[in-house]
């Protein structure tokens, strides 16, 4: 199999006869390098006949125009999420820091009920539906409009959180932890958001092993998608997630973040949910979790620069701010002025 890695250039210092990468307006194709399994990388320059897919643009997503990366703003509800555990388990705070998330700029909010950091443990069903149904219902009623996207790998919870409001699916599982998730989903008529992960929450940084890691995720991604599509679920209503730091060492982590792009010809948008993760730690030297704005802001905008649809990030307000002045570096004049 022939792997087609775009090579992206800002539109900025893009020639006319760059296309858009998927659509999107401050990114362009300048070439496309071929990748094999045998180590071969050969760079040729962007053929229509064959690389159609990965200039086409992507339909909207919850009435949201993938032209742009959008912001999905992270909410957990849980004691234990390695960045903010317990902050908004109260019903009143995650209320109050929802509407704030949205205040800031994000475009979707992402709720938690279980974390799955490493050595994470498993929350029962119920739990997890009376922290993120509740909360959904009564931000709907409330006025929020959003897309609210619940974060979780069972069926019963989701339908519990689409019950009550929810727009999106997030499965960090990719559909392998609860058989019954896809028909959920299916049935909806939901966007579904597939993550890689290599193990449980339990063993996933237990040496981490991959023969390529760039084409082992795109490929198990690949095999996601067509389980969702088994199950009913177009591919068009499909988002793919690397899974940065979900059973990846720092190496890993590193070489999906410079191949990016190369899960744009699955047809899928891509989001990318780096916030605040160790390897931001472990590359700037900063231990504590919540004070790697900076380095999560970076690594974002490194995401929009490959083409990433989606940010996954718990500093909303920051990263709206540099993705707006990214936006502008990037895209034409004539969109500036506009």
């Not at 989001?271 to 472990?282: E, H, N, P, V, Y």
Request: net charge negative; charged share 20%.
């Amino acid at each position: 199999m022939i792997y087609r890695l775009p090579i992206v250039r800002p539109t900025a210092f893009a020639s006319p006869d760059m296309p858009d990468l998927r659509g999107q307006q401050a990114v362009r194709i300048a070439a496309i390098c071929e990748i094999t399994r045998d180590g071969r990388r050969v760079e040729r320059a962007y053929d229509a006949s064959c690389d159609a897919n990965l200039s086409t643009r992507l339909p909207a997503l919850c009435g949201l125009s993938l032209e742009r990366p959008k912001i999905m703003g992270i909410l957990n509800v849980t004691p234990d999420s390695f960045s903010d555990g317990g902050r908004f388990q109260d019903f009143n705070s995650a209320c109050a820091q929802a509407r704030q998330i949205v205040d800031d700029g994000a475009d979707i909010l992402d709720i938690g009920g279980e974390s799955t950091r490493p050595g994470a443990q498993e929350v029962p069903i119920d739990d997890e539906i009376a922290r993120t149904a509740p909360l959904i219902r009564a931000l709907r009623a409330d006025g929020l409009r959003v897309p609210i996207s619940i974060d979780t790998r069972k069926s019963r919870v989701a339908v519990a959180a689409l019950e009550a409001g929810a727009d999106l699916v997030n499965d960090v599982s990719a559909l392998t932890w609860d058989r019954d998730m896809g028909r959920v989903v299916a049935e909806a008529g939901v966007p579904l958001c597939l993550m890689h992960a290599q193990g449980t929450p339990q063993t996933m940084q237990k040496d981490p092993q991959y023969n390529d890691v760039a084409l082992d995720v795109h490929d198990w991604l690949e095999q996601s998608i067509a389980r969702a599509e088994a199950a009913g679920i177009a591919r068009s209503k499909l988002i793919v997630d690397p899974g940065i730091g979900f059973g990846k060492t720092l190496e890993h982590n590193l070489a999906l973040l410079q191949s990016l792009a190369l899960l744009h010809q699955t047809g899928c948008a891509i989001l990318l949910g780096a916030s605040r993760k160790r390897l931001i730690g472990t590359l700037s030297g900063v231990e504590q979790a919540s004070e790697r704005t900076a380095g999560s802001v970076a690594v974002a905008l490194f995401g929009a620069g490959q083409g990433a649809q989606i940010l996954r990030v718990h500093d909303v307000a920051q990263t709206r701010q540099a993705l707006a002045v990214w936006q502008a570096l990037h895209g034409s004049l004539i969109e500036v002025q506009a």
